[in-house]
């Protein structure tokens, strides 16, 4: 049995995940400790156990936090966030790209003055990128496919909820999207 196979889920308090892209997940060991230091609620479990001399105990598929933490209205200027943002979207030629095929471009080159900040940096491809190269959209003829705007958590945690995880567990459903609608007969 391979024990990297059983990650948890970590709820905040409130039962809403810290973070759907990246899912908010522990490994086995971290979800073990926190229930022992008494930080976690187990809601769900494996069927899976791990045992020691003295207890026997099967492994969290998913814990709550038992203090609520309070998540930042502002999102944290990212090369992740950022792609997050632009749905891993080249904004020039509208291409969908793997995260590690993407780059970013500034709207006004910072040659020109342009800074490095949520409202003048988009996701490009790399051939875009080097076709604007530092010149100005007008000059290029090129222009992103949205303005570049600074997103909140709660857009970048429904742009997140979009994109499925590599790993779901059937436990997590519940927690995950409990607030999409449900289907009509």
Not at 18 to 41: E, H
Not at 153 to 167: A, D, E, R, V, W
Request: glycine share 2%; aromatic share 14%.
């Amino acid at each position: 049995m391979i024990l990297k196979n059983y990650p948890s889920l970590v709820l905040n308090a409130d039962y809403h995940p810290l973070s759907y892209f990246p899912l908010s997940v522990w490994d086995w060991k971290d979800a073990i400790k926190a229930v022992f230091l008494d930080r976690v609620n187990i809601i769900a479990e494996y069927e899976y156990k791990v045992n020691s001399a003295s207890f026997s105990m099967r492994l969290p598929s998913v814990v709550s936090l038992k203090k609520y933490i309070n998540l930042s209205r502002k999102p944290v200027f990212t090369r992740f966030n950022l792609f997050l943002r632009d749905h891993f979207q080249c904004q020039y030629c509208a291409q969908n790209f793997k995260t590690s095929d993407l780059t970013f471009d500034h709207v006004i080159p910072k040659s020109k003055g342009g800074t490095t900040c949520w409202e003048n940096v988009v996701s490009a491809c790399s051939k875009c990128n080097l076709k604007k190269s530092d010149l100005s959209i007008s000059k290029a003829k090129m222009s992103p496919i949205i303005d570049p705007y600074e997103p909140s958590n709660s857009q970048l945690q429904l742009i997140g909820k979009t994109f499925p995880p590599n790993y779901l567990h059937e436990s997590w459903i519940d927690y995950l999207y409990w607030d999409t609608e449900l289907e009509k007969n």
